[in-house]
């Protein structure tokens, strides 16, 4: 990777494309990946590079939702592996809920090596690189999926998703938990609770929620979710990001 002065004033910015290059260079995350990366950047940029209101509140609630679920599955692709293997690790122990490699363009020599990437993290248990069932109407690769993984979940976490697969898992009765910077996507439209954020950033939100407030399976989750609100989230983002851009002298 090249080494960016951390005085730099883009530093963050710069080092996320320093991975994600590496990433390429690795073998873990696609080409396809960089024009992904470049759309969320630009969100990102409108967003101020920060964790707005909504996104918190957002937050707040995928992290009861994820302390309160019997099955949680963490879904990795090749973007999240390359920004935030080590912090999908550490949630995956802190909540004690199994990752799955699961990839839209899909070849089985990127599984195995996001596969061993999250091990080589620290990771106890990783589906994806054998799977054995199917999400129906999902005709491309994401639809593989693994029977004890994502298939029998009750709640997946899936960053920088699909706007069909999260559809098909939210048909299957599943609560779908994404992070994604566009608040416009169809995967925001349609997840349960959709945090408008970078996923490095989601990421570490959750966990130190989690942490601070020692959360456990017994959280109150049905008032929480009986008062939320996906689409005012994702309207009260696109509210805060046009509001602060008003108000930015060029
Ligand atoms: O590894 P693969 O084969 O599964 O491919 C992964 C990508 C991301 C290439 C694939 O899933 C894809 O094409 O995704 P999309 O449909 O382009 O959606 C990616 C979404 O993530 C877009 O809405 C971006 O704005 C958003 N995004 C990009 N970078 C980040 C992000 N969201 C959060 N944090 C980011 N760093």
Do not use: W
């Not at 590496?22 to 696609?30: D, F, M, N, Q």
């Amino acid at each position: 990777m090249m080494e960016i002065p951390k005085s730099h004033p883009r530093y963050e910015s710069l080092m996320r494309r320093e991975k994600l290059v590496a990433g390429i260079e690795a073998g873990i995350t696609s080409m396809q990946g960089l024009i992904a990366h470049g759309r969320g950047e630009a969100f990102d940029y409108l967003i101020g590079e920060r964790t707005m209101d909504s996104a918190l509140q957002a937050t707040e609630v995928a992290a009861a939702i994820l302390c309160d679920a019997n099955k949680p599955v963490l879904s990795v692709n090749g973007n999240v592996a390359a920004l935030a293997s080590p912090e999908m690790v550490a949630l995956s122990r802190l909540i004690d809920a199994p990752l799955e490699v699961n990839i839209f363009y899909r070849t089985e020599a990127r599984v195995k090596r996001i596969k061993e990437l999250l091990m080589r993290s620290g990771a106890k248990r990783v589906f994806g690189d054998m799977p054995d069932a199917r999400l129906e109407g999902i005709d491309h690769a994401r639809g593989l999926v693994s029977h004890d993984g994502i298939y029998t979940a009750d709640v997946v976490l899936a960053p920088l998703e699909d706007g069909d697969r999260c559809e098909a898992l939210i048909a299957m009765g599943k609560k779908v938990i994404t992070i994604d910077l566009n608040p416009l996507s169809r995967t925001s439209r349609y997840a349960t609770v959709s945090i408008v954020d970078d996923v490095q950033r989601a990421l570490r939100n959750i966990i130190k929620i989690i942490e601070d407030n020692n959360l456990s399976r017994n959280a109150d989750l049905d008032s929480i979710l009986a008062n939320y609100d996906n689409r005012k989230i994702l309207k009260a983002a696109i509210n805060e990001i046009a509001e602060r851009l008003v108000n930015l002298e060029p």
